[in-house]
């Protein structure tokens, strides 16, 4: 009695006192025992029965088996089989369906199978316990082979049956299982059970078969918090979202209460549409509710607030989490670099290391971190560890990896990891196809292309944009036109706006700004701003103000909010020394509450990412790097060279250079510079645009400090070496007032 109301220590004492203990006070203390959670104890007490020569009857041995499954202990499993048969229970329907459950529990299967086969006699729960042990080892053919023999003898499947075999033809991913199931579960009349009708709405949305879980959903007699929460769920996880937060709305006004998998799944449907109100109000409620100590509503809770911009609300939910996974840490990690602080994410990957082991997502967001501010140090630390965990070809890693090589510029190592890379996919052959167009490889663009037509490897729209760009990046004008009809006529990928940002984009650099405006007329879809932008960057470059002019109207009727057109259309004016309407232009920024990124240039040094922002001043060796400039600048000045400083001709173009450029790489190089050794190269990477000046002093420095200096901006790359850079002068600024 005191054992039912958990009390193990008065039980005890009541136990210890008892002069005659029989079998059914020990089968009481060890069936409490068992139950409170005690399971080594449990076994414990059942050997002392044992010594003190008491004989377990029919009742033991089903809560001594249970234990053993509990702490899956085969080899005790084993024992108490043999003291089965030694007492000779082996025709006890209990204790056999219980060593059933024990073996298949246990990971042992055809033990299990053994047991059944030799029943003389079995019940509903033996049939139920073998199906359900297949099911459990990832059996899920021979359990449902089992389900069939059942059938056959006219067995009668329970909601246990039902319910195990609608979630074995799921895993299975046979969906014509699950509707026979469906099918016998509408005759069985078993509909009006509300977990077998769960988990057919679980089973439908596996298969991605929406409407029939809808169906299903729609006709239940009665609905629980698994119902609406498997419909979220469901909902969310096959690309649904709004779906998913209309069925949250319904959960409310049906007054049911929320639980954490509920909120979590929410959460999710909230973190993909950026619907940050009923994301805040999900975090009110799982407060309230008590369930923010969940490890899955925080990590749902930090990606949410990531996806919405609000890094600050993200970390704080991460700090109060009691229970961090790898899960939080790569949440955490991957939403500081998609709010482009990249830099913080990289130190957070530093201090999950000491907590936890990354595992390949961890990974993925950290080289996406790397990639955004030319880590290369950092990711090829990163890519070792993956070689060391054996991790490196699981899933999108070997792309992620592919990308970073290319995106900081080391084709070298990306065609050596493009190679080893056994199961290349589409994705792989884009990433390097990206690469080359970056770096202006139009050459080897086309020449990856028709590789990638010699292996019979089907292009898709990525690919055609990457091939594009490339052309645009290297003037291939022709070649991108022959291209752009290629994809429609042997490819049959129809372009969209991104194509055709790139057409607008090779034609407008080329300074075929006519036919470009022609091209855009003449498109059978909605141009969008990037198209327009493209028209606009033509004419920065070639000076057609007024055509310039006519794209920025209609940039700024599609999309008002993006700096960097503003910035084209100053660019544009300044070009042309229109300075009244670069302050026009500056001035309806300011109105509309527009703010350029503060300049930001990285640069690694023995592994470590060093970040500078513009005239940042906190850096400990900042006057050692200003000593170095003055040096710089006073030799250009002897050599008859510009001084950068004064170059300008007045003020607003200084302050115009300041705002698109930022100068920030100056002071990672001379950084670079002063603390690697001598000859060694130099790589930055910076978020805005090089300006002319700053173009001009990394010049001169790659040439007296006779160091190879490649800065990657917002735009491309520029490779420095001996006076002279990759891009030909022909910056984002054109074609600069030299
Ligand atoms: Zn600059
Ligand atoms: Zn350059």
Redesign the pocket.
Known sequence: MFVRFGDLLEAWIVFGKMVDRDVFSWNVMVGGYAKSGFLDEALDLYHRMLWASVRPDVYTFPCVLRTCAGVLDLARGTEVHAHVIRFGLESEVDVLNALITMYAKCGDVSSARKVFDGMVRKDLISWNAMMAGYFENDECLQGLELFLTMRNLSVMPDLMTTTSVISASEVLGCSRLGKQIHGYVIRMELVLDVSVCNSLVQMYFCFGNIEEAEMVFLHMASRDVVTWTTMISGYEKNGWPEQALEMYEKLKSADVVADEVTIASSLSACASLGRLDIGMELHDLARNNELLSYTSVGNSLIDMYSKGGRLDKALEVFKRMSDKDVISWSSLISGFRTNHRSFEALNFFRQMQTYLKPNAVTFIAVLSACTEIGALMCGKEIHAQTLRKGLWSQGYLPNALLDMYVKCGRTDYAQVQFNLHEEKDLASWNIMLNGYARRGHGDFAIMLFHRMEEQEVHPDEVTFISLLLACSRSGMVSDGQMYFNLMTQKYSVKPNVKHYACMVDLLGRAGHLEEAHQLIKEMPINPDAAVWGALLNGCRIHREVKLGELAARYIFELDSKSVGYYVLLCNLYANDDRWNDVARVRNLMRERRLVMDPGCSWVEVKGTVHAFLSADKSHPQIRQIHAVLDGLFERMKLMGLDMPDNCFIDEIEASKAEIFCGHSEKLAIVFGLINTTPGAPIWVTKNLY?CGSC?NTVKFMSKIVRREITVRDAEQF?H?KDGK???G?E?YWGRYRE
């Open positions: 090089m173009h520029h420095f850079c990759s891009c002068d910056g």
